[in-house]
């Protein structure tokens, strides 16, 4: 008898595609040869219509629900929501999510082996963006015999994939999930990027991205930028909740350098632990990605012509104390949705723990989700 719940998928197993056909980047070069790594849940109907595809934030990956081995203590990142009974039934939907291009969980990246020079990639890797991303998603999509997806889902940077999907193939998917995300990042949120950049590119282990070669890794700069980033993912509620202004000891110690506030301890550790798993080049890669994106450049900044061509349903998501990402910006999106004569349900949800919401199993967002993929029409 399984030990895993009854609405896990339970145990996956990853899987490995290779494509051979040369990739040409938004940035001028291309990849002659990749690697994507993803996982997939539920079963593909004879229609091939009932496919969503999962699309990760910064520091996600193809592990979103279920489990890769019995002894496994947590289940993939977004298990509160995928599974049987879930919010994305997998006794509806066959998912698919995968690690993107440049990541550093198994597709091809600046940790992977560059074939033409039997090295590691590093600083050489060519700089990947959202359409690019989105291009080597349909491929895979190709070699699964998806034409169409039921729903293109993402939160934060997944939530622009999604929207690229629907603007760049708007054949090839019915709906449209956005969450936490917005069209374009805006001024304060490129800053908190480069200030993260500039922690791993100042840190004497970067080697200007050759660390490999070296034998070492950023772990300072990295575990520094992940700080900077935890702390934008979380709402001053959510902080002054779980932390306050709590002590470690009973006592002051009258010391710059120790670590007596619970949350420095928290940080600390979380940068620490981010650091040991994460890529930094692969850092860089996805904060850049998050700063070029702006589909209405190509249209003088006008999201609404932008959005003309796009034929999906849009259920878009935001949360009350995002401030990464708010609500103003995913109402911004749904205007322009509007203004494009597009059908459109917005939401934005009451919650205090900041832009880490999209990833939690707060009851009106996961039951609103459950709502609008229950709507989803598929095939027998």
Known sequence: MSRFPADSVGLVTPQRQTFSEPLQLACGRSLAQYELVYETYGQLNASRSNAVL???????????????????????????????????DTNRFFVVALN?????????????????????????????????????????????????????????????????????????????????????LSAQNIAFNEVARQAILSDPDFRDGDYAAFGVVPKHGLGLARM????????????????????RSDELKYDIKSVEFQVESYLRYQGQAFSKSFDANTYLLMTKALDYYDPARAHGGDLGKTLEPVKARFL???????????????RELANALITARKDVSYLEVEAEQGHDAFLLPIPRYIQALGSYMNRIEVDA
């Not at 996600?60 to 049987?84: F, L, M, N, T, V």
């Not at 900077?228 to 002590?247: E, N, P, W």
């Not at 878009?316 to 995913?330: E, G, H, L, M």
């Open 54 to 88: 999962i699309c990760h934030a910064l520091s996600g990956h193809h592990h979103a629900a279920g489990y890769h081995s019995e002894d496994d203590r947590k289940p993939g990142w977004w298990d509160a929501c995928i599974g049987p009974g879930k919010a994305i």
């Open 100 to 184: 993107n291009l440049g990541g550093c969980h198994g597709s091809t990246g600046p940790s992977s082996i560059n074939p033409e020079t039997g090295k590691v990639w590093g600083a050489n890797f060519p700089m990947i963006v959202v359409e690019d991303w989105v291009n080597s998603q349909a491929r895979l999509a190709d070699h699964l015999g998806i034409d169409c997806w039921a729903a293109v889902v993402g939160g934060s940077l997944g939530g622009m994939q999604a929207l690229q999907w629907a603007i760049a193939y708007p054949d090839r998917l019915r709906h449209c999930v956005a969450i936490a995300t917005a069209s374009k």
């Open 228 to 247: 900077v980033g935890h702390i934008t993912y979380l709402s001053d509620d959510a902080m002054g909740q779980k932390f306050g202004r709590d002590l």
């Open 316 to 330: 878009v998501i935001s949360f009350s104390t995002d401030w990464r990402f708010p609500p103003a910006r995913s």
